[in-house]
């Protein structure tokens, strides 16, 4: 990905974010499908190191992302981040679905901080 690409697919982020951040609370939290990496088809299952305490975890996991996918750019590894997280937090029945964004919105900003 060239790095024009890269700030491109970073901007639809933040303003996918900033959307998500002025939602109605009606409704209800939708993860998007985890795409490959690297075109292989692989997508890493994160739901165990995701499902405790998991801004602890994003440096780890981000540094594991990057060591398996050398290639894939910054964009990339946040968007697979936030879209492995998502389902966790989706599966949370004791949180509303304004909690459960406020989850994922919390999370994006400390994928977004550490990956950048």
Do not use: W
């Not at 303003?15 to 998007?32: D, M, Y």
């Not at 499908?33 to 305490?53: E, I, N, V």
């Not at 599966?91 to 550490?114: C, G, I, N, P, Y």
């Amino acid at each position: 990905m060239t790095p024009r690409a890269d700030r491109l697919l970073f901007a639809l982020l933040v303003a996918g974010l900033a959307f998500g951040a002025v939602a109605p609370a009606a409704h209800a939290l939708e993860c998007p499908t985890l795409q490959s990496l690297d075109g292989s088809g692989k997508t890493p299952d994160l739901t165990a190191q995701l499902s405790k305490d998991p801004l602890r975890q994003v440096p780890g996991v981000l540094g594991a992302l990057r060591e398996q996918f050398p290639n894939a750019s910054k964009p990339q590894l946040v968007n697979y981040l936030i879209a492995a997280y998502c389902p966790v937090v989706k599966a949370d029945t004791a949180l509303s679905e304004e909690e459960k964004q406020a989850r994922v919105r919390e999370f994006a900003d400390k994928v977004v901080a550490s990956a950048f």
